[in-house]
Every structure is written in C-alpha cells, then in structure tokens.
C-alpha cells in the first residue's frame, strides 16, 4: 500500500485537500506524478502521454460532487478512465464457428505462447466441455515441438504430431483436417516466437492465418515486456486482424503497464491473464484490477473513503512516518494499529483491497479478527512503560498482562511475537520494493502455492 | 574520441553487416528521431532537453537514470559552453557511455579448471539458447565444453538444451530426476573425471516472487559448491531486452540470491533497445558479460559500451 504510486496520491490528496475545484493549474502537478507513475510501470510513452491528456480533460470537466475532495476526484478519473481504456469488461473467447473453430497464436520468443495453448486447452475442455486439439507449427526452436506434445499429454488433450521437416502450414492444414475427420471442436495452433522485425517470418504467419481462416487470433505478451510493446503490438496488429490479447507471467511483480500499451495500440480485449506456469495457471482478465495494479495503488479509492470514515487524520499520518522510519515503533502503536483496522472492518475487509496479485499472495494468511480484539485487551492491561518498551516485558510482567487480560501466558508470548513480526516487517515497508518484498515473504511461508 | 558517431561502429565489417545492420533497422525509428531532432538545427532549449528524454524513456531507459543523463548533458552543456544541436548528440552518447562503459568487463575463464558457469534468469529469457551459443563461443576459443540440463520441470527443457548440445557437439549431462541440484552435482563431476574446461548450468526459469523456487536455486548454487568447493566461478543472469523496468527487480532479487556476477542481454536483434541496462548501471551496476542477436549459434556478442551506446542512440554516418 506505501508503494511509490500510493505515496504519490496520497501526496496529490493532500496538496488538493481544501481547494473546491479541479483547474489547469491546480492538477498540473498531480498529472505529473501519475505519468511518472506510468512510465515506471512500463506504460509506453504515446500511451501516456495521450492517457494524461485525456484525464485532464475528463477532470475538468468533471463535477466535483458533495462529500468528495478534489483530489480524490482526480483519483477516481485516473482510475475509471484507466480502468475504461483497459476494456470495462471481461471479453470471452468467440467460439462461434463452423467447427473446429481455430485458435491461432502469436507472439514474440519466449512470451508464452506454447505454455498458453496448453492451457487455453485445458481451460476449454473443463470448463466449456469442448473436445480440443493442439497442434505445434514450431520448427525453429528446439525441441518445441515436444514441449508441446509433453503439455498435452499431462493434460490428456489430443495431439496433432508435427516434425520439423515439415512446412509450418503444411502442419497446419494437416492439423485441420484431421480436426475435421475425428469432429474436434477446438483447435489450437502453437506458432514460434517471432520478432516484428522480421520480414520473412511475419509474412509466414500470415500466411499461416490466411490458410487457417482463425476465429481468434491471440496475441501473447510477456506482462514485463517494456516501450517496446507498442512496436511490436503495432507490427503484429498491422500483420494479423487480431482479435484479442492474452497477458503471461502476471505471477510476477511487473506492473504490467504493457497491457495498457498493448490494449491501446491493438484496441483488442485482453482475454487472459497467465498466472502461474502450471497448466491452471490461466484466469480471465479483470481490467479493473489489471488499472490497480499498473498504477500500483490497490482500491486506493475504496481505501481512502473509509479511512476518512473511520480514521483520525493525525493519528493515521504519526503511524504512517513511524511506519516509513520502521523506529520507535512500539506497543501504543501496534494497538493504535489494530484500532485502525478494526475501524477500516478488520484485517479481512483490508487484504479484500490489495492489489489483485498482492491479495492473491496474502490468500490463506487468513487474520482472525477475533484474535484482533484479544490482542487488544492484552495491550489494555499494559503499563505505559510496557508499552513503549516490550523488550523489558519478561516473566513475571507477562503473568500480571495475563492475568489482567483474562488470557494465558502463552496469548502473551503470541502477541510479543506478532509484534516483532510486524516491527520487522514494517521496516521492510520502509525499505525500496518493500511490499513486494513482504508479500513474497508471506508467499514463503504458505505451502503449496506456484508449483 | 567520439568518432564512432560518424562513421558505422566497429572494424570487423563481416561480422557488422549481419547484426549491427539489423540492429540499426530495429532501431531506425530512434534514430531517425534523433537525426531529425539534430538536424533541426535551432538552440539548445527545455524542448530540446524533452526529446532527448523521450528518446531514454522509450528506449526503457527509466526515469532515474535519464534524470542522471541529462543532468550530465546539461552540465557538458554548460562546462564546454556548447551552443550547437548538434554537439548535443556528442555529450548525450558521452554520457551513456560513462555510465556504461564500467559494465563492460569480458568473461575470463582460464583461472580455473572446471570453469563452471550458472545461468538462471525469469522465464523465457534467453538461458537455455545462451547456453548453447555460449558453447560455441568457449569452443571456437579451443576449450572443451559440458553442459548440465539443469531445468527439470520445463517441457521438454532436458530435448531443447540436448539439441543445443548435439549442435555443438558436446556432451549434456541430463538426468530423469527431477532434482536440478544433483544433475549439476554430477555434471561438475564428470567434468572433473574427463578434464572438461567450462561446465554450463542451465535452470529452469523462475519468477522472483516464487520465494520457494528462489530457496531452490540458492540450493542449487551451494550444492555446486559441493561438487568443487570455489564453483559456480560466474552466475550468469539472463534479461530480455524486450522486458522494461522489472529487469532492474530481477537483477536485485537474483543478486540477492545467488550474488550474480555477469548479465547477458538477450534479444537484442528486434526493436527494443534494452535501454535498461542504464538503469541498472545507476542502481545496481554488474557486469554485461554477452549480448544476444539472434536465435543461432552465432548470435553471440561480447557487450561492447560504445556499439551498444550507438545503437541505442540509433547513431549512423
Ligand atoms: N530473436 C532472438 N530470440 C532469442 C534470443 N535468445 C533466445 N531467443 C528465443 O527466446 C525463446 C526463449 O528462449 P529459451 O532459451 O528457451 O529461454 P529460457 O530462458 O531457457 O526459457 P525457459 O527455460 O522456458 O525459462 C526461444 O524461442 C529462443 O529462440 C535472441 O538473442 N534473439
Ligand atoms: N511464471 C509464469 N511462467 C510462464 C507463464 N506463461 C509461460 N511461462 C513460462 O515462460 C517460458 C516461455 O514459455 P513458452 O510457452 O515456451 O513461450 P513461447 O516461446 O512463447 O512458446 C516457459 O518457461 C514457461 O513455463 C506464466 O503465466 N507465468
Ligand atoms: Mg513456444
Ligand atoms: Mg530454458
């Protein structure tokens, strides 16, 4: 949440708190701070050049209504104007056609097209009971061919041998054919990696397509590809009527501001989103969440409603630069912490805001707010000593807090912990990538998440 | 000193037609931008200054290190009194340079027999078709070479480093298990017992968010250590040109790791410009040991600063 985006608005609320309306000069700063932001998420230059001008625009012509600052007003137009150039809405893939309706991949090495044709096949088969074939007109990257053969063997879907002394759209039209005879209804096309750049290739897929006749035409991006993006999704565009985009490695902590460049240049619907390299690792694309994570701000705009609801300013702004210094961060803060929280709806309500990626690691730390009151009466039953000084908490202090409490020696000890742990932790938040670096550290502890 | 922005880069023409021609036509656009800036002729002034950022922050620059550029632009401008657009050109490339020449320090392996050599990288960067150029590259030196198919839970990871290795003719040590720690193990072994000169490791590909897949590698790396007690004498991490500012995350997270000592900078032959490589030259500098420009076995380069400025600044006669 205190990543650099975060602080940015939080720091454009501030300056724009008090003022009754956005104007040219009053949100001049604030536009500068989110291209910032952009850019360091790998949002292409023309995208955002064009994206602030259009927010500007949409701000000022924006009524500022009721409880609302400006400044949060700005927010809201950052957000839903990202959130509307991302697509609004989740777009499924078009199977209507005389089948097997054709499934054609294309994307630069190494993005995850093969990965993807797996996994679109698993997903199609479970999920719209469709009988689906694969086939690999890869004959240029080494053993490609067998990658794919050994995915569609691990997820039991037909497969279309190829070798590499064949034409890729020999391979193809052979593919087809035999969809045909054995009544498949979905046939997925693997290609190589190709670069835009690259005459002689570009044109073989294009006349891979021109044969085919797909009814989607995916385009596959690595989620931390940089400027380039909008090179290379122009060249692809410009090669292939393609019909949507599917967005890999999301399991990682690029921003993704890709998609955006992507989405802009191609104005095709990202489908997909690749969240992890196993073959469930496919999830429909949420372009609202997808505008959180670019800019990096979880529901900032959720967040600071309800903390202005519930949170004393003064209060929250003292724990915020203890928090960033990660010094003199003690009991009293820890409880004003848990207060806090408990007023935002509890450490639940709060995970729900994170960033999609950021709550998706945190699932399974599941909080008990229970818990969050007990902890409360133990630090009730502390001397204000105590409280500013818990490495002096020892044996018999723990008993009378206990005893106090109404809780075990043991309830005690659990709460010292936790609130080292979160010592520690909020030293990390205070150090560069801190979040992520958390949040990794949490992903550490959970058994059995990514393979 | 600068004269490599008039005439084309580099001496060995042969070897220039093929990749430095590509890379030129991947980069004519940034090129061109910066021609018909500078051709514009006119003063030094804020607009000036903003296309120069425009050319950095497309090219993946990232907005620290073009701060720093043209913060070193402007005091040249300033120390040198220069008035012309056009010497503008100069102090930019100047500064690139400076920043990125401390990164161009070749891979020496003779100290040590086995040299053993580690790559690991986010997935689908470049590690397992490095290792195959990489293989070439130590033969065509007079070294013998091993390989150690070390990614094993990729798809057929184990057949494309294989075919790499029947390429170049030289033996890969793969295993059905599943452990990549035990396949290097004895991939170090071997070359011990047969007096091998490099030993290359691949891995599988693994985001930097997967903490457990981090903990395997770190694992990987001290059981090599096992096998000989000063190896892995280089860890190698990929990046791919076409990734954006991540790639400065990938080289904190993998230093943190395994304490990389080289990068290789792959897919340099398409449009994008791995203009990140300053990035993280102001943020993290490690070595830039190779650059890749290509998918065969030739498309191998030593990381040259000035080419590599030169071509990031699209710079031609
Ligand atoms: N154009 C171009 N393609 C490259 C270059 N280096 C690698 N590739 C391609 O990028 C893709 C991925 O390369 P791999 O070597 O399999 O990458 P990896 O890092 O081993 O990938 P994983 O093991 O899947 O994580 C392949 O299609 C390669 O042919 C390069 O310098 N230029
Ligand atoms: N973590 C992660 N890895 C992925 C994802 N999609 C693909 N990969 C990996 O990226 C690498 C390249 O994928 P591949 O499908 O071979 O790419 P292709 O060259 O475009 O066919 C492989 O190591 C895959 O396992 C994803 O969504 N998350
Ligand atoms: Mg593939
Ligand atoms: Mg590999």
Redesign the pocket.
Not at chain 1, 248 to 252: E, F, I, Q
């Given at each position: 949440m205190l990543d650099n985006l975060t602080q940015r608005l939080s720091g454009i609320v501030k300056n724009l708190r008090g003022q009754a309306r956005l104007t040219e000069d009053n949100i001049q700063d604030s536009l500068r701070e989110v291209r910032l932001a952009l850019l360091e998420a790998d949002v292409a230059l023309s995208v955002v050049k064009e994206f602030t001008a259009q927010v500007k625009q949409a701000a000022l012509g924006e009524e500022v209504i009721g409880s609302l600052s400006p400044g949060q007003a700005l927010i809201g137009v950052v957000n839903r104007e990202l959130t509307k150039l991302m697509g609004e809405h989740n777009d499924a893939l078009n199977l209507a056609a005389v089948p097997p309706a054709v499934i054609l991949m294309a994307?630069?090495?190494?993005?995850?097209?093969?990965?993807?044709s797996g996994k679109l096949a698993k997903l199609l088969r479970e999920q719209n009971k469709k009988k689906v074939l694969l086939v690999s007109c890869?004959v240029y990257?080494p053993a490609?061919i067998e990658?794919l053969r050994t995915l569609a063997q691990q997820i039991e879907v037909d497969f279309f041998p190829s070798d590499i002394t064949q034409k890729p759209q020999d391979i193809a039209l052979a593919a087809l054919d035999f969809a045909r005879k054995h009544h498949h209804e979905v046939l997925i096309v693997?290609t190589a990696?190709r670069l835009a750049v690259d005459a002689a290739m570009m044109e073989e897929i294009k006349q891979l397509h021109a044969a085919l006749k797909p009814i989607e035409t995916l385009f596959?991006v690595d989620a931390m590809t940089g400027q380039d993006a909008v090179n290379t999704a122009k060249a692809f565009g410009d090669t292939l009527p393609l019909t949507g985009v599917i967005l890999?490695?999301?399991?990682?902590d690029a921003r993704g501001g890709a998609a955006l460049s992507v989405r802009h240049v191609t104005g095709k619907p990202i489908k997909f989103v690749?969240?992890?390299?196993k073959m469930n690792?496919l999830e429909a694309f949420h372009p609202d969440r997808m505008a959180q994570r670019v800019l990096g701000m979880g529901d900032v705009l959720s967040l600071i409603e309800e903390a202005q609801r519930g949170v004393d300013h003064v209060e929250a702004e003292k724990l915020a630069k203890k928090m960033q210094s990660g010094k003199g961060f003690d009991l009293n803060d820890f409880k004003m912490q848990i207060v806090q929280m408990k007023k935002m709806g509890g450490m639940t309500a709060l995970m729900d805001k994170l960033p999609a990626q950021l709550s998706q690691a945190a699932a399974g730390a599941k909080v008990d707010d229970r818990q969050i009151n007990r902890t409360e009466g133990i630090i009730n039953s502390m001397t204000a000593f105590e409280r500013s000084h818990p490495e002096q908490i020892k044996a018999s202090r723990k008993r009378r807090i206990a005893a106090g409490a109404g809780v075990q020696v043991m309830h005690v000890n659990q709460l010292l912990n936790q609130f080292e742990q979160t010592q520690k932790m909020m030293k990390m938040f205070s150090s560069k990538g801190g979040m992520a670096k958390m949040m990794r550290g949490m992903k550490g502890m959970m058994p059995g998440m990514g393979r | 000193m600068f004269g490599f922005l008039k005439k084309a880069p580099p001496t060995d023409t042969s070897e220039n037609t093929g990749w430095l021609a590509r890379l030129k036509t991947g980069l004519a656009r940034t090129g061109s931008q910066l021609s018909e800036l500078l051709n514009r002729g006119g003063r030094i002034d804020d607009e000036l200054y903003e296309k120069l950022e425009t050319i950095l922050i497309t090219s993946d620059v990232g907005m620290d290190a073009t701060r720093l550029l043209l913060a070193d632009v402007r005091r040249q401008v300033k120390e040198q009194k220069l008035t012309e657009v056009v010497q503008i050109k100069e102090a930019l490339a100047h500064a690139l340079l400076k920043l990125l020449q401390p990164l161009a320090q070749p891979l020496l392996t003779d100290a040590r027999k086995p040299f053993v050599i580690m790559l690991c990288g986010v997935?689908?960067a470049g590690k397992t078709t490095s290792i195959g150029k990489l293989a070439k590259h130590f033969q065509s030196q007079g070294k013998s070479v091993l390989l150690a198919a070390g990614d094993t839970f990729?798809a057929a990871a184990r057949e494309q480093l294989m075919e790499w290795g029947a390429r170049n003719n030289v033996t890969v040590i793969a295993q059905q298990s599943g452990d990549a720690a035990a396949v290097i193990f004895d991939a170090v072994h071997a070359a011990l017992a047969r007096n091998i000169d490099v030993v290359l490791a691949d891995t599988?590909?693994r985001?930097t968010t997967q903490a457990h897949l981090m903990e395997e590698i770190k694992k990987v790396k001290r059981v090599i250590a096992k096998a000989l007690p000063d190896a892995p004498h280089e860890v190698l991490l990929v990046l791919d040109a076409n990734t954006g500012q991540n790639a400065l995350s990938q080289v904190k997270a993998f230093d943190e790791a395994l304490n990389v000592t080289g990068l290789v900078l792959t897919k340099l032959d398409g449009t994008a410009k791995g203009g990140v490589i300053a990035a993280i030259a102001k943020a993290h500098p490690i070595p830039v040991r190779f650059i890749g420009v290509g998918e065969g076995l030739d498309d191998l380069r030593p990381f040259v600063a000035k080419d590599f400025v030169a071509a990031l600044l699209g710079v031609e006669e």
């Open positions: 994307g630069l090495q190494g993005a995850g097209k093969t990965t993807t890869d990257r490609a990658q693997d990696g596959v890999t490695k999301l399991d990682g690749g969240v992890s390299e690792g | 997935n689908g990729r599988a590909g985001l």
